[in-house]
């Protein structure tokens, strides 16, 4: 016999009733159950810690359920609103017991004593001995998301989260949605979108982002990341991929940490650039060497940069502050004479913008 407790508010008390399962439901017929296959559709409801045979009066009980899938290890119960067919066959699957309901389904659907339940039902005998349908799930289907789907789901209460299919990004704070038995579910506030490529890209998509600096999601350099978008300068649309404001971050790092990006977008931050070849010359790192000189560049500029042999810009040097003359600082030659510079920002645009 299966139990189930029905909670109602009545003022300020809490009335739980305890009901009984119909015992119109009858044991698991051997012939419909098939060892070491199951259904891979979705299920509708999940029972974990049940037996085979409460599993098939479950099946049975519920309006929408048509068919079941029993897990023998883990002793889990999955209700199907479907049956196997040409176009859902049944899969390999060891431990599984699959099984169909038969008996309780009639011309009108799942029978319930003289009644038929319907979808968002469940077959129930009250302590009196009545035989009724109450409501136990949702009235309606699970909403579907365009480019994404469900990654989790609960029953007691009902909710379902959802997520994006790999490689999209997800805007939208409301990705978890509820119903109440017998009800609608609430507002799915959540789409999947493919991620901007680059600053450039979001202006592209919607020119009123044009003046509205910040920090957005793009899709390169070299995986999705966050970058700040300088949205003003000549027209916008420009990704900072270096940023500089004080001492506080050590931009003497790895090959890869610069290629992974480190820092933070709201003041020093480096975001990976492909590190290739610019005017001639390759990135250097402290680890990695690939100047034009017989020595290490970057090990004796204390810094990360395009060297040649070596530099006449080292932006990723040593912070100094401004006043100070030393070839190992932040700084640019043709702009500041060789003087260490407060602030450094590099920014990047495509040519075709």
């Known amino acids: 016999m299966l139990y189930h407790a029905t909670g109602v508010l009545l003022g300020f008390l809490s009335l739980y009733i ?29 029972f974990p810690n049940i037996g085979l045979q409460s599993c098939y009066k479950e099946c049975q009980a519920h309006g929408n359920c048509f068919s079941a899938n029993y897990d023998r290890n883990q002793l889990t119960c999955q209700l199907m609103d479907k049956t196997k067919s040409q176009l859902n066959p049944l ?6 017991i699959y099984m169909e309901m038969t008996d309780t389904v009639g011309s009108r659907g799942k029978t319930c004593g003289d009644i038929v339940c319907n979808n968002h039902s469940t077959c129930i005998r009250t302590l009196s001995g009545k035989i009724t349908c109450i409501k136990t799930d949702c009235a309606e289907p699970y909403p579907l998301l365009d480019n994404g789907g469900i990654t989790e789901r609960t029953f007691s209460p009902i909710s379902a989260t959802y997520g994006c299919n790999p490689g999209l990004t997800g805007v939208g704070s409301g990705k978890r949605i509820t119903c109440r ?16 490529h680059d600053c450039s890209a979001i202006i592209r998509s919607d020119p009123d982002m044009i003046g509205h600096n910040g920090v957005f999601t793009i899709s390169s350099y070299p995986n999705k990341t966050t970058a700040y978008c300088d949205m003003t300068t000549k027209g916008g649309g420009w990704t900072v991929i270096q940023n500089r404001v004080d001492g506080s971050t050590d931009f003497y790092r790895t090959w890869r940490e610069y290629s992974d990006g480190f820092g933070n977008t709201s003041n020093n931050y480096w975001i990976g650039d492909n590190l290739s070849y610019h005017s001639g010359s390759m990135f250097s790192t402290r680890d990695q060497d690939n100047d034009y000189r017989s020595d290490h560049c970057s090990q004796y500029y204390h810094g990360a940069w395009w060297y040649y042999s070596c530099h006449l810009s080292n932006l990723n040097g040593k912070y100094m502050g401004p006043g100070v003359f030393n070839d190992l600082s932040m700084n640019w030659k043709w702009a500041s004479d060789g003087e260490s510079l407060k602030s450094t920002r590099m920014m990047i645009r495509p040519l075709s913008f």
């Open 91 to 96: 899969i390999d699957a060891e431990h599984f």
């Open 181 to 196: 038995p017998g009800g609608k579910w609430s507002a799915l506030s959540y789409r999947c979108e493919t991620p901007d």
């Open 18 to 46: 305890l009901v009984e399962t119909s015992d119109i439901c009858r044991k698991p017929n051997g012939d419909n159950n098939i060892n070491g296959k199951k259904l891979t559709e979705f299920p509708i409801k999940i």
